[in-house]
């Protein structure tokens, strides 16, 4: 064993739970009229520790802890930035966002940063059924902020519809589990993977990654598992989406990376053509529904689901290339989708009076920076060259090239073209002149707070950053990807995987 | 001057950027942005002049060469340069520059600020096309072109801006998609996105021929849809119609054929010879047909689109002929189009200016009122009809007598019908707009002829179309290096251009028949 103390190995999740636990408890304190959004101050203050934490831990030793059920290297210490500062932007985001009177504003941020516990937690785990309370923790936390609008009508029927197909897929991400217990008599990933390649043609090997995939591909909205999504993002609050669509997002990523790669690399011929299948279907379904949708947020949740598409073609490369090409595009996707939800939480207010393309009219004129930053993320989102949106796929196609995938990167290119309609029907909207019609959106010109505004740096400055030198934070998810592919010695012993 | 020699490409691209910048930042008030703009743009035309002042003819390959690794892995460089053919499609650009800004000096009178930091960053996506030597750096330019032009055709677009300005996007964004996949498909071969090195690989075979044949096929379809070439030009008319005439001046035209004669018959040789015959074939097809066109629009900018689309295929004719005199044509060719075209946009943006209509017919008479705008517009006519002694003669007969004596009289002789087309549209142009009776709204309408600014722009492009017409020989050493360098050992030679003196007064068919 390692000799660094294992909560060392875990010290961002545990600062992540002393914030939650914090916030939750000075919330309850509080006389009932008293403002709660300092609270989410703390609640931010406490992510952006859990961030430096996370970069501090690439001074450990790459290692596993308690009893090998948690792992710290390069992929997870990626992941964990990755996920704490998107939850950072949502944080500062809702600052300025939720009404002041908002009811349960402590327990909201006491949620977001809880949800982060389960994400970081997921991307960590390296023992299934850490995996699975992970993935538990964070989805609990997203069906309650998914609802958090209960006034309306659609906030329940938002969480609730979550709620329901969320744990049918987690059941099935149980099942799953249990058939390769079944098989192998052991929950730890390495284990796994070494019997694994032992027996790779194992029923209940087969059929338990089969039944894994759907949990996995559910969470990161993929289709056929897609049909949750545009009610899910149009009902919930804005801000809540700008997570909800990244974070919890890029740590299913992350363990669909880690089953694909760490636990069955003998698998790849089975899964390889599968997830082949559900990237030309996410794409080709998302951009399709995305070109009919007329409620911004609809829109933008099939384009998510044409993302996570662009982000599974990164399955067909070649071990360490794909990793670090799918790595890649999380962060590229989280930057920009993020930022496109700042500035749709802004233009359309929390109680979103505003959430059709046409009402985007004349934003340019209205408003010239938010205008400005909707093309700019609308840009990236179609993928021009110079913001990350176009590294992401390139470096995601680049790799189904380099693993002989031509048709695959033919499809999502041609794909890409086609949600280019989409994305520049509303940037043309904003760019058009208002219209007399609508004269509540005529007049509403939003204003840009400080939180708020840091939350549009963030998102602008990672946009530009990952697509002019993506050079360090490609080097970064290399060196995860290398990670994944040589798993760390533990205590019992495990052969070093070679590639099939 | 080592080090400007080393930093003048990369101070090229990033002026108007900063410029860009700056204007974004200024407050607007009153034509700030404009003067920022066009300072800029006048800066970036001197920069450019640097260019042929210490190009050394005679010596190969790239000048002002700079290659700096950008990204590690995949290997991106920073690799730009200029050779004869780039040379002054980099000076044009620079002049064109200061010309926009002056058109849209009382065109655009609101939202200065987002037009002239956008009309910037469009200068420096198109210098980065045309210096870029490396795949994925030239792409880079090559999409982000896009971007501020449909953004200004949106917003600046005379009636359906975003309409147009989506069907533009689409148009050129999609077939990308297959010249990005052709890209990266070399780069998984060979590691490598450089020009220079993919080049010699290619010239080696150490490429499967089938696959490779469809990469240089995705490579052109891309460039035959930006030009335009034939079937693919749907989106110009309602382009040219809709943007604003900075923009527009610049949509078509040179990006693709540049790249066409760089990236497709200067990478993929043996390829662009299998495809030559077709695109032959699409070229004549394109000067006909938009000749054709041409003559029974009654609006104006979509007769200046076909009349753009045939005088663009008469190029396309040029390069893809794959003779060294056509290629060394085509590039003049793209030059004087660019001059010529621009004073013709400036010229109709004047007119909609002051009478906000684009419709011919309500023109009428106009010479007696607008003096100098009749000149300077019959002036420009007579050089897009290839009148001899202006610049556009001298295009057209490189590419008709290099197509005549190397590719096929057959194809020369239908070419050249397109040149008497061209001739009786421009007449019928001049003549209802500026002659006969005065129209109606040419009389209720108070005349403003051109002024100070609307001088300064065209005078010095109507001697530059003089000069390039008696004097080519001033531009087209440089070219035929360029050319040269290209077309490489795999060229069908022709004896050298003999000079352009005895060219004038040659009598190939298809020009004695004016």
Redesign the interface.
């Known amino acids: 064993m390692s000799p660094v103390p294992g909560i060392f190995r875990i010290l961002p999740e545990v600062i992540l739970t002393l914030t939650g636990v914090a916030v939750m408890l000075i919330d309850a304190s509080l006389a009932p009229g008293f403002p709660r959004r300092p609270l989410g101050w703390v609640a931010a203050m406490g992510t952006t520790l859990a961030l430096w934490a996370s970069l501090w831990q690439l001074s450990l030793p790459q290692g596993t802890a308690f009893s090998s059920t948690v792992e710290t290297s390069a992929f997870t210490i990626f992941f964990h930035v990755l996920i704490c500062g998107i939850v950072l932007v949502a944080l500062l985001l809702s600052l300025d966002t939720l009404p002041e009177d908002s009811h349960h504003q402590g327990e909201y941020y006491a949620l977001v940063v809880f949800g982060a516990v389960g994400m970081c937690l997921l991307t960590g785990a390296v023992e299934l059924l850490v995996v699975f309370i992970a993935l538990e923790i964070s989805s609990i936390s997203t069906y309650v902020l998914a609802g958090y609008r209960k006034q309306t009508g659609r906030g329940p029927e938002a969480a609730l519809k979550y709620f329901l197909l969320g744990s049918f897929a987690t059941a099935f991400l149980l099942y799953g589990i249990a058939m390769i217990f079944g098989a192998t008599g052991t929950t730890q990933i390495y284990e796994i993977a070494r019997l694994a390649q032992a027996a790779p043609n194992h029923l209940f090997v087969l059929a338990g990654l089969a039944l894994m995939l759907i949990g996995i591909l559910f969470k990161v909205s993929a289709a056929p598992f897609h049909v949750w999504t545009p009610d899910v993002y149009e009902g919930a609050p804005a801000p809540v989406v700008a997570l909800l669509s990244t974070a919890p997002k890029a740590a299913a990523f992350a363990l669909l990376l880690r089953v694909a790669y760490e636990m069955f690399p003998s698998l790849h011929s089975i899964w390889a053509p599968l997830l082949w299948v559900v990237a030309v279907l996410s794409m080709t379904v998302g951009n399709l529904a995305a070109l009919r949708q007329q409620n911004v947020k609809r829109m933008l949740a099939y384009s998510s689901i044409a993302h996570a598409g662009y982000l599974l073609a990164a399955f067909a490369g070649l071990g360490t290339s794909g990793i670090a090409a799918a790595s890649f595009y999380a962060a590229a996707y989280a930057a920009m989708n993020v930022g496109i939800f700042a500035v749709i939480t802004l233009v359309s207010g929390y109680d979103e009076q505003l959430p059709m393309v046409e009402d985007y009219r004349g934003l340019v004129y209205r408003s010239p920076l938010l205008g400005g930053l909707l093309i700019f993320f609308l840009v990236s989102l179609v993928g021009i060259p110079f913001t990350g949106g176009f590294f992401g796929k390139f470096y995601s196609f680049s790799a189904a090239v380099g693993g002989g995938a031509v048709w695959l990167a033919i499809i999502g290119l041609l794909n890409s073209g086609l949600a280019a309609a989409y994305y520049l029907r509303l940037a043309l909207a904003a760019a058009r002149r208002s219209s007399v019609k609508n004269p509540e959106a005529a007049v509403r010109a939003p204003q840009v707070g400080v939180a708020v505004g840091a939350a549009l740096l963030l998102a602008v400055v990672a946009t530009l950053v990952l697509g002019i030198v993506p050079g360090e934070v490609l080097r970064a998810a290399q060196a995860g990807a290398h990670t994944l592919q040589a798993p760390v010695e533990i205590s019992a012993p495990a052969d070093p995987e070679p590639r099939p | 001057m080592n080090t400007i020699d080393n930093s003048i490409l990369t101070l090229i691209l990033l002026t108007p950027l900063a410029g860009a910048a700056l204007t974004a930042l200024a407050p607007e008030r009153g034509k700030l942005p404009n003067w920022i703009a066009l300072l800029t743009s006048v800066l970036t035309f001197g920069l450019t002049l640097h260019l042929p002042a210490h190009f050394v003819l005679g010596q190969s390959g790239f000048q002002f060469a700079i290659n700096q690794p950008w ?4 290997a991106i460089f920073y690799h730009v340069g200029v050779d004869g053919l780039s040379l002054w499609l980099v000076v044009l650009t620079g002049l064109l520059a200061p010309v926009g800004v002056l058109a849209s000096w009382n065109a655009i009178r609101e ?1 200065r600020k ?1 037009f002239f930091a956008l009309f910037l960053i469009q200068q420096t996506a198109m210098f980065g096309v045309f210096i870029s030597l490396d795949l ?1 750096l030239y ?3 090559w ?2 072109s ?2 501020p032009m ?2 200004l055709i ?2 600046y677009g005379r009636k359906d ?2 309409r147009a ?2 069907k533009f ?2 148009f050129t ?2 077939p ?3 010249l ?2 052709a890209i ?2 070399l ?2 071969l060979t590691g490598s996105f450089d020009l220079v090195t993919l080049q010699i690989l290619i010239a080696h075979g150490s490429f499967p021929a089938g696959p490779l044949y469809w990469a240089s096929f995705a490579f052109l379809l891309a460039f035959a849809v930006k030009v335009p070439v034939f079937p693919l030009h749907g989106w110009l008319a309602d382009t040219f119609s809709e943007a604003p005439v900075a923009l527009a001046m610049v949509v078509a035209g040179k990006l693709g054929l540049y790249s066409m004669l760089r990236f497709h018959v200067g990478l993929f040789p043996a390829q662009a010879r299998a495809l030559a015959p077709y695109m032959v074939a699409f070229a004549v097809i394109g000067i006909l047909y938009g000749a054709c066109m041409a003559l029974v629009q009654r609006d104006f900018w979509r007769l200046l689109a076909f009349a753009a689309l045939s005088h663009l295929s008469l190029i396309v004719l040029g390069i893809y002929g794959l003779t060294f005199t056509g290629s060394a044509g085509a590039i003049y060719q793209i030059l004087n189009h660019g001059v010529v075209d621009g004073a013709l946009f400036v010229l109709l943006g004047v007119l909609y200016d002051r009478y906000a209509t684009s419709e011919i017919g309500a023109y009428g008479g106009l010479a007696g009122k607008l003096p100098r705008t009749a000149t300077l517009f019959v002036i420009t006519s007579l050089a897009m009809m290839g009148l001899p002694l202006l610049n556009n003669f001298v295009g057209e007969f490189l590419i008709l007598s290099s197509t005549f004596s190397g590719v096929s009289r057959g194809w020369t002789v239908a070419a050249s019908m397109g040149v008497i087309l061209g001739a009786a549209y421009m007449l019928m142009l001049v003549q209802r707009i500026f002659y006969g009776p005065q129209s109606e709204m040419a009389t209720a309408k108070p005349a403003i002829d051109l002024r100070v600014s609307g001088l300064a722009v065209l005078w010095p492009l109507a001697v530059l179309m003089l000069v390039m017409g008696v004097a080519p020989s001033l531009w087209l050493p440089a070219i035929e290096q360029g050319v040269r360098s290209v077309q490489g050992k795999d060229a069908v030679v022709l004896p050298v251009f003999v000079g352009p003196q005895s060219a004038l007064f040659a009598s190939p068919e298809g020009e004695g028949q004016r």
């Open positions: 990204i590690e892995n995949p939202r987002i994925m792409y880079g330019f999409e982000l896009l971007v449909a953004i949106a917003m801006g975003p300005a989506l996007f689409l964004f999609i990308s998609a297959p990005l996949v990266l498909w780069y998984a």
